[in-house]
């Protein structure tokens, strides 16, 4: 049981000491995932467009070469008019001559609209990739400045990960799910009993509490905050230096 409440303050000390080292990255982290959802939207966006030209390219090409066709079926069907025998043959071929002008005619229309709209496509894709360039540019500058504070901290966090995980050998689920749920309530799980008082409230601890935890032979919570409480003499032994 000692070995546990020194391990469990041991993980509180070095727990603190993460949360230093991560606060000197500050928003950072953050800001870094929030401009890369950011330009990931804007790549899909220039994507999308994209496939919009590339899509009302191939369309128009589509439209153009049926126009080609279209044509040379006109001239083949009056040259066809001039052998016909009777009217009947001579209204059905008139037939044919008029759906094809008018296919050409909208897909005429069609065209000058894909014109329209390709030039408006590609104003919007560029304001979109300067916008996408503005912003890979601040990222570049934000994960620079984040490496930076990484290259001066990674060292030391590394370390005390591996002295956490060491820590966390001595400890059972049942220990760390208390340890944990007492630290996201109060930011601090344990608390040395320091000048006979609860160091993270600072309350008075009751004398016969304050000999009972200097049993080390059990978990002891403050009455007041609910920490759990270690002895005097373990936080002086203890260290992370």
């Known amino acids: 049981m000692e070995q546990k409440l020194r391990s469990l303050y041991k993980l509180e000390l070095l727990d603190t000491e993460l949360d230093e080292l991560r ?12 401009l890369e959802e950011e330009l990931a939207g804007l790549q899909e966006k220039i994507d999308t ?53 008018n296919t050409i005619s909208a897909y005429e229309q069609e ?41 001066t901290t990674r060292e030391e966090e590394e370390q005390r990960q591996k002295e956490r995980e060491d820590a966390l050998k001595s400890l059972t689920k049942e220990d760390l799910e208390l340890y944990n749920h ?30 009972e935890v200097k049993k080390n032979d059990t978990i002891y919570r403050c009455e007041h905050c609910g920490r759990i409480l270690v002895s005097e003499e373990i936080a002086t032994e203890i260290n992370i230096d």
Request: proline share 3%; charged share 40%.
């Open 23 to 34: 606060e000197l990255r500050g928003d950072l982290p953050d800001a870094v995932n929030k």
């Open 49 to 101: 467009l994209d496939t919009h030209l590339k899509d009302g390219a191939a369309d128009r090409a589509r439209k153009e070469r049926e126009s080609l066709e279209l044509i040379d079926k006109i001239e083949k069907y009056k040259t066809q008019q001039l052998d016909v025998k009777n009217n009947k043959e001579y209204d059905a071929l008139t037939h044919q001559i008029e759906m094809a002008e």
């Open 111 to 151: 065209m000058e609209l894909y014109v329209e709209d390709a030039a408006e496509t590609k104003d919007k894709k560029a304001e979109v990739e300067k916008e996408r360039d503005e912003l890979l540019e601040l990222l570049n500058d934000k994960k620079s400045e984040l490496d930076d504070i990484m290259g």
């Open 182 to 211: 007492i630290r996201d309530a109060k930011q601090t799980a344990v608390a040395p009993i320091k000048r006979e008082s609860c160091s993270g409230c600072y309350n008075i601890v009751p004398p016969q509490l304050i000999l």
